[in-house]
């Protein structure tokens, strides 16, 4: 892998050290995440404060590690709903098929006709901002893009010489679909996961710019960047660089490492 695949490994290993400093943020970070010091508002990067500090002197390091523990939490968290969501509704809808696959995609395809980010604060604003509320959200929204492309590989699975073989020889259905459709579309399983991670941290992201992620004094990314950080940018970009390289290098490499397990784990691609 080190030698066909040198940039999936180091985004690999860059997303591991991300998500372990977020993991270990209370242990790690210099100061609480809502530790003020108005004496030294506003000050840029130094040995006491590698990051700088925002306007009410809050370490920004510390937010950072804080606000990316937040949002890859909510993430994962609305990525394995989805997922999960979206590979019942493929192995039923796309192996069974008939008129409840007819009934599902035609639902589906209006669900994907509105914009995520419309339904995604309509349902924020019904429901009140909040972590809960926002995994639950952007987990929910997810499920149509990434069902649709677990279907079309159900079928394409289900159509296979030795799954026929399998109904010829008396194979239940529960059999086959845990032996023969699901292993079989597993690769697909962890690239789509890749790939809707991605875009859940940028909804999470969003919705934390809109001030609709998580409530203050808890950071997230997104708010990071509104609020104090759009205020005071030209005077201190500091407080937009640092939340926004965090979420576009989370971003980068989950996209570039999402590329490198399909490599790994299709087997149509193996050797």
Do not use: C
């Not at 995440?33 to 700088?52: N, T, V």
């Not at 709903?81 to 069974?96: N, P």
């Not at 005071?232 to 390289?245: E, I, T, V, Y």
Request: aromatic letters at 8%; proline letters at 6%.
């Amino acid at each position: 892998m080190a030698r066909s695949r040198p940039l999936g490994l180091v985004s690999l290993v860059i997303l591991s050290l991300l998500g372990l400093s977020a993991a270990l943020a209370p242990v790690i970070a210099p100061y609480g995440y809502d530790e003020a010091d108005f004496l030294y508002r506003l000050k840029g990067p130094s040995a006491a404060h590698p990051f700088g500090t925002d306007n009410l002197g809050r370490d920004l390091l510390s937010r950072v590690l804080y606000g990316m523990r937040v949002s890859l939490f909510i993430a994962a968290g609305a990525v394995l709903l989805a997922e999960s969501l979206a590979l019942l509704i493929a192995v039923v809808t796309g192996y069974f098929g008939g008129w409840l696959d007819a009934v599902v995609q035609r639902i589906i395809d209006i669900w994907l006709a509105v914009p995520v980010l419309v339904l995604l604060v309509s349902l924020v604003g019904v429901a009140g901002p909040g972590v809960r509320t926002a995994l639950v959200a952007t987990g929910l929204l997810s499920v149509p893009a990434s069902s649709r492309l677990l279907r079309s590989a159900v079928l394409g699975v289900r159509a296979e010489p030795y799954v026929e073989a399998a109904h010829a020889l008396g194979a239940s259905h529960t059999r086959v679909l845990l032996i023969h459709i699901v292993p079989n579309i597993a690769y697909l399983v962890v690239y789509s996961s890749t790939i809707a991670l991605g875009a859940v941290m940028m909804l999470v992201a969003s919705l934390g710019f809109l001030g609709l992620g998580v409530p203050p004094p808890q950071p997230d990314l997104g708010g990071m960047l509104s609020g104090a950080g759009l205020q005071f940018m030209r005077r201190s970009p500091w407080l937009a660089l640092w939340p926004g390289l965090a979420i576009m290098l989370i971003v980068f490499t989950v996209n570039i490492a999402g590329d490198t397990l399909r490599d790994l784990f299709d087997p149509r691609l193996r050797g």
